[in-house]
């Protein structure tokens, strides 16, 4: 079957649209890997120095620690309380833990991150749950009904260097596999698969009303590690110019500078040397006084507390830090804004990763979940001790607010580790109802059952 004008027409509409974001993607990936370019060094720094250029990957710093508090405990289906073991048993199958990460990279980095749902010809009750790149997928939404009307992933090199080669179509009945050929979209492959809905999920970050664009984490960092970047390099420009104390010398030629042997010391080692003996009765020696670096540490101090405002971050992820360690009470209060932070996040994450269960479930199953919604359970953001979360669970338990499940669900523990729990349990009760019965047998015939018999 071949690609229909309208098909070849919504291609076309979407590669212009993935076109357009290639330069801002890039820009984006080059500052989250610290590989960015400072088009303005600052008057100071002769081009010659550009090579020198420091980089203090503040935005690496911010997305990572982000991502590093979004651990998804369980995924549940409505109307439920405890995670589904279905749901648990396509999330390990497809090692989403691992591409939840990559996930949450994308959306800080790009503004925009997607995840794919699939037919597992292997096994057809554990659906594949994937992560594709922003940089090749793009997507048509229904604004009014916010659902994704089709969607297109663009991949691998034209052998002329011009665009992509190959294109996967979603559309909400079918998915289409085409390949580039003369310059026209030429149809490989189809899979009519009648869901009903494109297996794509979408995820914008910070978006606006008005618009379905997202917008990179980044963006007001920028600013501040370019800032930081030319403070650092002219910091390495003033230690080298002006950091070493400066030695001059009158009165003196090239050849006074001569060994034992009466060979040319070298200038560099003249220039080191700690001691010089001069014959001539006129020549002087003296030092220039180092230059003061402490303005370009107030500089970015400046900066680290502005990087602090602008992410709502502690400021010792900056570089900001006390002689004196802050204690643990004052740890939690300055990362309260941090949670905050990660907590909202969650909770828009949490919806996106909820669609991409339904439609796994619905791979799975061939059942739609009601709403098409599965609620995302987190793991807590912020970073209590052990001895501080079992102290306070222990004092819930005790007032009877906590049941013993609960307790094990505070913990974080999997579906596999409390049924395990349980049978440690049960074997415990069963060895001690034993035990019982042989103290209540050996009251009543006044002998130790367990004795041996003497024949």
Known sequence: MALSPDEITLITQLRNRQSATVNSDELMLRYYRGRQRVEHLGMAIPPAMRRFLVIANWCR????????????????????????????AIWDASN????????????????????SVGANEQDPELPLVRVESPREMVADVDVRRERINAAARFYGVHANGQGPRYVTLYLPDSTVWAERVGGRWVERDRDPHRLGAVPVVMHLNRRMSGGWHGESQLADLIP???STARSLTNLQFAQEAHGIPRMWMTGVAKGDFIDADGKPIPQFEAYFDAIHTLTKTDAKIGQLTAADLKNFETALTVYGKQASVITGFPARYWGLTTANPPAEGAIHADEAGLVRNVEAQNEQV???????GALAYRFATGEWVTGNRVRCDWFDPATPTVSQREDALAKRRAA?????????????????????????????????????LSVFAKGLTGADPDAPAVG
Do not use: C
């Not at 710093?61 to 369980?74: F, H, K």
């Not at 989403?96 to 995840?115: E, I, K, T, W």
């Not at 949490?350 to 991409?356: F, P």
């Open 400 to 436: 009877g607010v906590l049941s013993r499940e609960g307790y094990w669900d505070e913990l974080g523990w999997s579906e596999a580790r409390k049924a395990k729990e349980r049978a440690y349990i049960q074997q415990e009760i069963t060895e001690a109802a034993a035990a019982d």
């Open 350 to 356: 949490g919806m996106t990763l909820g669609w991409a």
């Open 224 to 226: 501040l590690v370019d």
């Open 61 to 88: 710093t911010y997305v990572d620690t982000i991502n590093d508090r979004q651990q998804v405990r369980s995924l549940i289906l409505p109307g439920e309380e405890t995670a589904d073991p279905r749901l648990r």
């Open 96 to 115: 989403l833990s691992a591409h939840v990460a990559m996930f949450n990279v994308d959306r800080m980095v790009y503004g925009r991150a997607f995840m």
